[in-house]
């Protein structure tokens, strides 16, 4: 688990941005159907406050928002 | 006067079923504690104070054959010959004209899914917890898959999460492990072993890499490594995306999904003692409706190879999160048992 450096660089960047937002879950890597690399960013509803600080790309690289709820220990 | 299977049921049957639930009440009623200990312990006593299961209207039975005659029934335990019932003890033949039989059926127990009955030898994807002793309350995990000691071969454990069998920190080393879970019924005389070590979790959005316990089996025979429903694992290995996996776990069983992220950073995960920060996880959604629930911490994510990839420990309504395994093993210094 071929991950561009540049992905992951931007994702660590993108976490330091959005950590204290509130309603945010968190930010990862993901591939859309093209294979294509692109950043994901949690949020706990589609109200959260944090949205609106979600760059559509960031570093070059395209930003997919993702509703989750709540995460909590299972 | 005959009572046909073919005929509504009559208001003298009724009254009959009625008559002998209530005497038959008071029985169970004098002996409710003596029923519950010879349960317990799974013996039997021909007295309808223990013996009774249940009571109704339904087709007598002669030597095994039906005889489309309507009867009061009375369903008990475990059947006795006449001869050895005292005579106090016997459920009448009859009751106001109305015939009674008597069915064995074995004690009534409540339904319990696969994973949350007890087992032996214990396989991964189980239900298990700390005993009540150790925490003072009763919850559930998952024992998801058998490793052993990579310094001590012989050496066996059951890999779960920190908050399942270490109590978020607060448990002593040594503590003992009960499958199942307090929760599905798991008393002290079902302990299977003693919590062995754990990676220590942090709060408040420190960063964590993991939330990880092993407990040691108090005899390598009472592992089976084998994962509940899906078989034995083959080995560990790295998750990708959008690879399909499988996990058994104590509340949803055997689910599907396909890993949407990796190197996820999760923030405020919810435990009992404040937030939680896990970084570089796995998030998991299920192909069909949920992967996992509360109760399926510590079940094991395993590849279409029969590979261990991840460690379950939290989720939300939509998706799961999970631990990359190679990770975990390396700092717990085990390795997954084939």
Known sequence: ?74 | MTHSLFRPVSAEMVAAKVELRDRLLTRLERQAVRALTLRRRRQYHPSPGVNLVGIGIGEKIVAARPTSELCVKVLVARKYPRGRISRGDRIPASVGGVPVDVEGVGYVRKFQPPNQQRRRPVPGGISGSLAIEAVGFRYAGTLGVIVFDRDHRDVVYALSNNHVLANENRAAVGAGAVQPATLDGGRPTDRVAALDRFVPLRYNNEPNRMDAAIARFDAPADAARVILDIGAPTGAEDPTLNLLVRKSGRTTGVTEGIIRSVQFDVFNVVYEQGTVRMDDVMVIEGVRGSFSRPGDSGSAIVDPQGNVVGLLFAGSDTVTFAIPIRRVLQRLRVSIAT
């Open chain 1, 1 to 74: 688990m071929e991950m561009p450096v540049k992905a992951q660089r931007a994702k660590e960047a993108l976490v330091k941005r959005l950590a204290d937002q509130p309603g945010f879950v968190g930010v990862g890597i993901s591939q859309n159907p093209a294979g294509q690399f692109e950043i994901v960013v949690m949020v706990v509803e589609q109200t959260s406050p944090v949205l609106a600080k979600v760059p559509p790309r960031w570093q070059g690289i395209p930003v997919r928002t993702q509703v989750g709820g709540v995460p909590r220990k299972f």
